[in-house]
């Protein structure tokens, strides 16, 4: 049975928070899909367009780097990272997967702000493309967690 989650951050979500979307540059089709179901739960809780701020990095174990830079300009109130990566036959994007999801923590918790992790570790891109919807649960993570701030900081 799937459990259902509260979602009673929705009252709470500030129209001028400005959050960034940063994805990946592998994958375009999918990345756009990624892009666009996490585009469209920010919009549909409330945030306003031109508070959505989109960059590209080059991978998704640059996509830390880009949110760290975001974040230490000031620029963002929350950040979500888009990713796909695709076992191969090494190791390789094992590594890849761990650090990016290591940086974006340190991330997180270096700027006190929310970076949702939505970087898809799969086997193969059939599987990427049956979680293409998960950028709005990135999307409601991210408000879920400023809203929860935004409570303990005031």
Do not use: C
């Not at 739960?41 to 760290?68: H, Q």
């Not at 975001?70 to 796909?84: M, Q």
């Not at 990427?128 to 400023?146: D, F, I, K, M, P």
Request: avoid cysteine; proline fraction near 2%; glycine fraction near 6%.
């Amino acid at each position: 049975m799937k459990q259902q989650r509260t979602e009673s951050w929705r009252g709470t979500v500030n129209p001028s928070w400005r959050i960034a979307i940063v994805h990946s540059s592998y994958y375009k089709k999918e990345m756009a899909q990624l892009q666009e179901s996490a585009r469209k739960g920010l919009l549909e809780a409330g945030i306003l367009s031109k508070n959505i701020i989109e960059r590209e990095a080059a991978g998704s174990f640059e996509i830390p780097l880009i949110g760290d830079a975001l974040a230490s300009e000031k620029k963002v109130d929350a950040l979500i990272g888009l990713g796909i990566i695709v076992e191969g036959e090494t190791h390789h994007a094992e590594l890849l997967a761990q650090q990016a999801a290591r940086g974006m923590m340190d991330v997180q918790l270096r700027y006190q702000i929310p970076f949702a992790f939505e970087v898809l570790y799969v086997n193969d891109l059939q599987s990427a493309r049956a979680r293409l919807h998960r950028g709005t649960e990135a999307a409601r993570a991210v408000l879920h967690s400023l809203a929860q701030l935004k409570s303990l900081r005031s």
